[in-house]
């Protein structure tokens, strides 16, 4: 029998991982909010990885109580991810940038095939091919690096931009394209500041529109959507930028 794979934080996206799991031949230990992580820990075998399903809000302090001996075992998948969220916690993990959705009651809908890097990627990939989603292997850490950008691009432009003007993709870049790129120039500059590098900014929005043929009826804002742009907002002013296009749209949002 394989090792077994620990899943933390059972919602939709947990799901779907959890069922690719299964299919390959994987045990799954899914880890609750009142699951005793370092009972656990002791208790099982040390297993093939663990997987950290839950919300972005609460990466920093599940990642803070991951026990010693799955440290170098964890794989992640959480929006907004950067290095820099996994480096303050000294690990060096498993990251798969999902661009699959999954609401409740639906089955898993795949835009585009998910990039993923590290020790555990291939098993990622396998595991997803087993319930049909496509995944890709990356090769690098700037090529994940890369990757995390894009998808921040592609869910911090969408979710601001329909705040104000709502819709689905298509709509977005078809009615009001100017907008969106307002929005994804500032989104990729507030990301050169968190990264500490120059990005692609033209490449990036071709990136965000492959993405968007991918699914043109994809719904611009989500319920985190104002979260999302109160996020962003305050990132920027920690980091000493402004972003007009942004702050207007928080203006209206509040209003």
Sequence with gaps: MKNAVVIIGIGEMAGVFARGFLRSGYPVYPVLRDSDMASMAEQLDPPELVLVAVAESDLQSVLHSIPEVWRDRLVLLQNELLPADWQKQAIDPTVISVWFEKKKGQDAKVLI??????????????????????????????????????????????????????????????????????????????????????????????????????DLDHGCMGRSAPARLERALKLAEENGLTLPVMESIGLGAVA
């Design 113 to 214: 095939p998910s990039p993923v890097y590290g020790p555990h990627a291939a098993t990622l990939v396998t595991a997803l091919a087993s319930i049909d989603i496509a995944a890709r292997e990356l090769a690098s850490p700037e090529q994940l690096l890369h990757e995390l950008v894009l998808k921040n691009v592609y869910i911090l432009t969408t979710n601001i931009a329909g705040l104000q003007v709502g819709g689905n993709v298509g709509e977005l870049w078809q009615q009001h394209q100017q907008l969106a790129r307002q929005v994804a120039t500032e989104v990729v500059q507030l990301q050169e500041k968190l990264c500490g590098q120059e990005l692609d900014t033209e490449g990036l929005i071709q990136g965000m529109l492959v993405a968007f043929d991918g």
